[in-house]
């Protein structure tokens, strides 16, 4: 669904709010990744908010002094950027001949198209045009009058909360009759066939994303584009690039509904009051000069939903670890559903102690407990191993 | 993630401080194991950085790729990896073993986390199918080198196998931390709340040890802003004075050693820390039988290897494939069967869901005879009184890990208030006199277990033999031919 | 303690306390990455360039042919030779006694087609037996264009670029030849497998006309060779690389010419600089418009 070319009142006022919200910074762009991320945690209101708004979460959470564990080294940004520019080498050539023998690509479909830039503008919005371009007119060429095959880098849009996120997937390949498929280039090894299943997992929802923004170019006819994404990755232990087939249908599935839920952000803005915001109160140089304290309470107001996957995926991570701390949530979902859903450490003890008496719903649980408790009890008593329960 | 184990959790979130989840070590611990950390560089599927190696906690052997991105002296690293790992594994295998035995002591490796385990497979796979002679060929003991790190990174799958240990999981089955599954995964946090230093909570410990700068990480993967700040620099100085050599090569050199045993020595004495905190559990008893299985599996990938036996082939037949996974079953029940009856505390999850129940023996009846048939029988009855909660029912046939070759049968469940007396019917292992000779069956008094869990011996589950694997599996595997292309693997 | 650029550092720091600097300073950036603070790890990079900077001197200093105390005196007895651990640049090359322009002339003569300096670089190490980075490639083409405004057509020839048939604008990384023929220099979506494939012939005849072709070039036809249907088992003769590569030429060619002629076409008018390095108009701008990163762009 793209954002139509005058937003109705109603839609301006949303705008204003998601503005105010997110304070004087420039929104923060959306790409493949963290769109899919947001799949990830979908009852987390305070993510799905922040993402919705734009805001710099990584910023936010290094001013009230929990910034983000994640980095990237150089040498795996350099090792992705060669065997990228090695398989896009000489009118990507050896990527050619991986997609004949994987697209049965006719012979005379060998096109190739960069859309790095336009004539030496990298504007996302100039690429977008040209891309738009290139593809509409590739998808209307008639079968055996193809003009393009190979589009480099191709800039798509997407409408996620009222903005444009501008992605750019690897190489998008057209193939003669008439279907697009996406292509991802990356540089973990697929070793006998087989490849890491989680990086797997996390470049089929990319890819999904990026399937998505085409098909909505391409004026959403799904069989334009194919379900079935290209991954080239090296093969083995070499930097000879093989090829793997990623059906990503499922994860659209998952990616509609996670947009659907973004795009009623409003419905989740009515639930705080419109004072609230994370701006950061940026000097002139640029530092935060916000209270950390207040922005602290800001960013309390709106409810997390942390789980310990929150570590390897949201800059908020740590902040919301510290909040959740004397929770059975903190300590792992299945740590929850074992102790039956009680959310505090402290009911957990109090229940197994008998100190807390139970409710209705909670007596089953209870039980259980007091008879845990009791067995380790018997078990390591209090002077050898173990605390006092 | 049981309830006792969660509730084990909470209690340690609350106290600060780790909690046992065991009562007993499960895990064969040699008295001379091979610790293991690999570094690798980020981007690559396989492409060591460093190692640090030993059996001696004093004497760490550090090896350094200084050339991380050259895969010429990645083969380099693995030839001098598998001086001392050959070395430390023929140390085993030196004396011949008894007649119908296998070799008395087996080779254990031990790596901080399951990167390692994952680090050595891929060394394995990388190395295993090179050659010795040809354009590519590297040292004899590469190949040989890669076919045992396969064959110790299988092992590891079998639930039950101590030939390769990844420390966190070990530590993580003793004992609970008061975080997350996901975060006992970082050693030195893991640690930390197992035994924090003095003056400091598990808490405060583990969180201090999320510093990379101060903690670095147990690898493979190293922290980024090592990478970043510290190694792309070593890294270019060495390349740059690799053309002159002489001091400024050696000084890059130095650096570089350095700059990695930064990154290596503190996980290396955390290893031997973790390794000092399961000692404290005395050893389970079964622990001695798994270790001899595995024993015997060592024994044969030596006469295996011996006889110049191929590497083990990418990918397993469906056949092999189908027999491994029945087995791994096998296996992982016969494991949850043996940590019941060696562990209380891991008995006491059964008691929880109903499987078994624990308390003291009241009364018995040594003398009982079943007089129906033809013989009478010795039948004796014992009547226990518990406070578990019993939801078996009459007629169930349980087993008490004091006395295994002994059937105990429910025939009468009696409730009084909070507790229950069971009485059951015990059959075998008493002999065939007419009264149960003393210690053969329980005597009033005594705690005893019964336990629905048994460890039968399960026959392997008939297979095809690989020739007649049927086509719906693809049929018979080709027979495993080494190739020119596993030699070349390419080198561009 | 981190020197600020007003403080006063006692004479010649040594060299081990300048290493103990260095490794602070490493851990200070390190902990201000991870604490988020980009200013502060700046600053402490800005301070360790320092840092590096004195202990390169302080070493060339030492180890220096009239050095007093001689800690690393064997260095020392070669008098001549660079013994600072961390060049510059990389050595210069052996071989070659001609200026980079005239190298980059030889391999692009021989490909006869626009290539990217990686591709010149390897064909000029296999074919005139001596390498350059990439990097001195690069930049030669700004320096030619300096050179050409500067005096346009007082050379004999230029390292130019390659235009885009669409927009007439350089082509990302490909150099040419001034001298070659418009339709040569312009690029159009088959021209990349055309010159691909055109450049595997040019290469497969350099082979066969050597009597004994260093295993270079071999290797350089071999990774050609892999990437054209009819010889991309190994090994493949230059014989079959030519017919192959010409097979599939037949199926481009016609298209191709179309699309280069109709560009050439519309290049001819153009001044001398734009015909050469590419339309102006984009290029300017492409650098008004270079401060805005991709994807920063407001809501239309």
Redesign the interface.
């Known amino acids: 669904m793209t954002a139509s070319p005058r937003p109705s009142p109603a839609q301006a006022q949303t705008q204003a709010r998601l503005d105010r919200l997110r304070g004087r910074a420039l929104p923060v762009n959306h790409n493949a990744r963290t769109i899919a991320a947001l799949a990830a945690n979908p009852g987390c209101s305070r993510r799905a908010l922040m993402d919705a708004v734009g805001v710099d979460k990584q910023q936010v959470a290094t001013h009230v002094g929990f910034p983000a564990?994640f980095?990237?080294?150089?040498?795996?940004?350099?090792?992705?950027n060669a065997f990228e520019a090695q398989v896009k080498e000489g009118g990507a050539a050896q990527l050619l001949t991986l997609l004949r023998e994987h697209l049965g690509l006719d012979v005379g479909q060998a096109h190739y198209h960069d859309l790095n830039d336009v004539g030496g503008n990298e504007t996302a919005l100039v690429r977008h045009g040209r891309t738009r371009q290139l593809l509409t007119g590739a998808a209307l060429s008639a079968p055996g009058e193809a003009t393009g095959t190979m589009f480099d880098h191709p800039m798509l849009r997407l409408a996620v909360g009222g903005r444009h996120a501008y992605l750019e997937p690897d190489l998008i390949a057209l193939q003669h009759r008439g279907r697009f498929h996406v292509v991802e280039i990356k540089?973990?090894?697929i070793?006998?066939?087989q490849a890491d299943p989680a990086k797997v997992a996390a470049a089929a929802i990319q890819s999904a994303v990026y399937v998505h923004a085409l098909r909505d170019l391409l004026g959403g006819d799904p069989g334009r584009v194919h379900y079935e994404t290209v991954l080239v990755a090296?093969r083995?232990?070499?930097?000879?690039p093989t090829v793997a087939t990623v059906d990503v249908r499922r994860q659209l599935t998952v990616l509609r509904r996670q947009l659907d839920r973004i795009a009623s952000v409003e419905g989740l803005l009515d639930l705080y009051p419109a004072e609230l915001t994370f701006d950061l109160d940026p000097d002139p140089g640029g530092r935060p000069q916000r209270p950390p304290g207040e922005l602290a309470d800001a960013i309390g107001q709106v409810t997390a939903n942390y789980t310990?996957?929150c570590?390897?995926t949201c800059d908020l991570c740590f902040l919301c670890r510290d909040e959740a701390a004397?929770t059975?949530g903190?300590?792992?979902r299945?740590?929850r559903?074992?102790?039956g859903g009680v959310e505090h450490?402290?009911q957990?003890?109090g229940l197994?102690r008998g100190t807390l008496p139970p409710s209705q719903e909670r007596a089953e649980i209870a039980a259980?407990?007091t008879?845990?408790?009791?067995?380790?009890t018997e078990?390591?008593g209090t002077q050898l191993?173990?605390?006092e329960? | 993630?049981?309830?006792?184990?969660?509730?084990?959790?909470?209690?340690a979130?609350?106290?600060g401080?780790a909690?046992?989840t065991k009562?007993r070590r499960h895990v064969h611990l040699s008295s001379r194991p091979l610790v293991l950390i690999p570094l690798q560089?980020?981007?690559?599927?396989?492409a060591p950085l460093a190692a640090m190696v030993g059996d001696d906690r004093d004497k760490p052997l550090q090896l350094a790729v200084y050339e991380p991105?050259d895969r010429s002296r990645r083969f380099e690293f693995a030839a001098d990896l598998a001086e001392t790992v050959l070395a430390y594994i023929d140390g085993f295998a030196a004396a011949e073993p008894e007649e119908g035995q296998p070799y008395p002591d087996a080779p254990q490796l031990l790596v901080p986390n399951l990167g390692g385990v994952a680090f050595a497979r891929?060394l394995g796979?990388?190395t295993r199918f090179r050659r010795t002679d040809g354009e590519y060929a590297v040292r004899a003991a590469v190949p040989l080198l890669g076919r045992w790190l396969s064959y110790y990174a299988e092992r590891s799958e079998a639930t039950g196998s101590a030939l390769l240990i990844p420390l966190t999981a070990a530590l993580a089955d003793h004992w609970a931390t008061?975080?997350?599954?996901?975060?006992d995964a970082n050693l030195a946090a893991l640690v930390s709340w197992i035994d924090p230093p003095d003056g400091m909570t598990g808490p405060e410990a583990a969180r201090a040890a999320?510093?990379?700068?101060r903690y670095p990480p147990a690898g493979p993967v190293?922290?980024?802003?090592?990478?970043?700040?510290?190694?792309?620099h070593l890294v270019?100085?060495v390349r740059?004075?690799a053309?002159?050599g002489?001091?400024?090569?050696a000084?890059?050199q130095a650096a570089t050693d350095a700059a990695l045993r930064s990154q290596l020595e503190p996980t290396w004495e955390l290893m031997w820390r973790s390794v000092d905190l399961l000692r404290t559990l005395p050893e389970a008893a079964s622990v001695p039988d798994r270790w001899k299985s595995d024993r015997w599996s060592f024994t044969g990938q030596v006469g295996w290897l011996r006889e110049d036996g191929a590497p083990q082939p990418?990918?397993d037949g469906a056949v092999a494939a189908a027999r491994r996974l029945a087995r791994l079953e096998r296996e992982q029940q016969r494991l949850a069967v043996q940590r019941a009856y060696d562990d209380?505390?891991v008995m006491?999850e059964y008691?929880?869901t109903g499987e078994a129940f624990a308390g003291t023996v009241s009364a018995a009846d040594p003398a009982r005879l079943d007089t129906e048939g033809k013989r009478a029988k010795l039948r004796p009855w014992i009547t226990v009184r518990t406070?578990?909660?019993v939801v078996l029912e009459n007629g169930t046939v349980l087993r008490s890990p004091d006395r295994p070759g002994q059937d105990a049968m429910i025939v009468d469940i009696a409730l009084s208030g909070q507790l229950a007396l069971v009485t059951l019917e015990l059959k075998g292992g008493m002999g065939q006199a007419k009264v149960a000779p003393p210690g053969t069956m329980p005597a009033v008094g005594d705690e005893v277990t019964y336990t629905t869990l048994r460890d039968e011996f399960q026959r392997a589950p008939e297979f095809p033999e690989r020739e007649n694997t049927p086509w719906t599996h693809g049929g018979p595997p080709a027979d495993y031919v080494p190739t020119e292309d596993d030699a070349r693997?390419?080198?561009? | 303690m981190i020197a600020g650029p007003g403080y006063h550092r006692p004479v010649a720091e040594t060299i081990e306390a300048l290493e103990r600097r260095i490794d602070g300073l490493?851990?200070a950036?390190?902990?201000a990455?991870?604490a988020g603070d980009r200013a502060l790890a700046s600053a402490h990079r800005a301070s360790l360039k320092r840092a590096e900077q004195a202990w390169e001197d302080a070493l060339m200093t030492a180890?220096a042919p009239d050095a007093q105390t001689a800690p690393?005196a064997?260095?020392a007895s070669e008098p001549g030779?660079?013994?600072?651990?961390?060049?510059r640049e990389?050595?210069e090359p052996t071989g070659s006694l001609l200026p980079l322009r005239e190298q980059v002339y030889e391999a692009l003569s021989l490909l006869q087609v626009p290539a990217a300096p990686k591709l010149i670089a390897t064909v000029h190490e296999a074919f005139f037996g001596a390498t350059f980075p990439t990097s001195r490639v690069t930049s030669l083409k700004r320096d030619e264009e300096r050179s050409f405004r500067a005096a346009p057509f007082s050379r004999p020839y230029y390292i130019c670029a390659a235009l885009s048939a669409d927009y007439l604008a350089p082509s990302r990384g490909l150099l040419a030849i001034s001298t070659w023929p418009l339709e040569r220099r312009v690029i159009g979506s088959l021209s990349p497998r055309v010159d691909f494939l055109t450049a595997a012939i040019r290469v497969a005849e350099a082979i066969e006309r050597i009597p004994e072709p260093p295993p270079a070039a071999r290797?350089l036809l071999q990774?050609f060779a892999a990437s054209i249907p009819g010889a991309s088992s190994p090994p493949s003769p230059p014989a079959t690389v030519k017919e192959a590569a010409a097979a599939e030429l037949t199926v481009h060619k016609d298209a191709d010419d179309r699309a280069r002629g109709a560009a050439a076409a519309r290049a001819r008018p153009l001044a001398g600089a734009e015909q050469l390095f590419g339309t102006m108009s984009f290029r300017e701008l492409a650098i008004r418009t270079s401060g805005q990163t991709a994807g920063r762009a407001a809501a239309e």
């Open positions: 564990p980095g990237q080294s150089q040498f795996a940004i350099a090792r992705g540089s973990f090894a070793i006998d066939g090296p083995d232990f070499s930097s000879q310990p996957d570590l390897a004397g059975t903190a300590l792992g299945s740590v559903t074992d102790l450490a402290e957990v003890l197994a259980q407990l008879r845990a408790a009791r067995l380790r078990l390591l191993f173990g605390t329960i | 993630m049981t309830l006792l184990t969660s509730l084990a959790r909470v209690i979130a609350q106290a401080r909690q046992p009562t560089l980020a981007g690559e599927a396989c991105r891929m796979r990388s008061g975080q997350s599954a996901m975060e999320e510093d990379p700068v190293t922290d980024p802003t090592f990478d970043n700040e510290v190694l792309d270019k100085a740059d004075a053309a002159g002489g001091t400024p090569l000084r890059a990418r990918r209380p505390l006491a008691r929880l406070a578990d909660e693997e390419d080198w561009s | 490493r851990v950036v390190r902990e990455v991870l180890t690393h064997q260095a030779q660079a013994t600072h651990p961390r060049a990389p050595a290797r990774r």
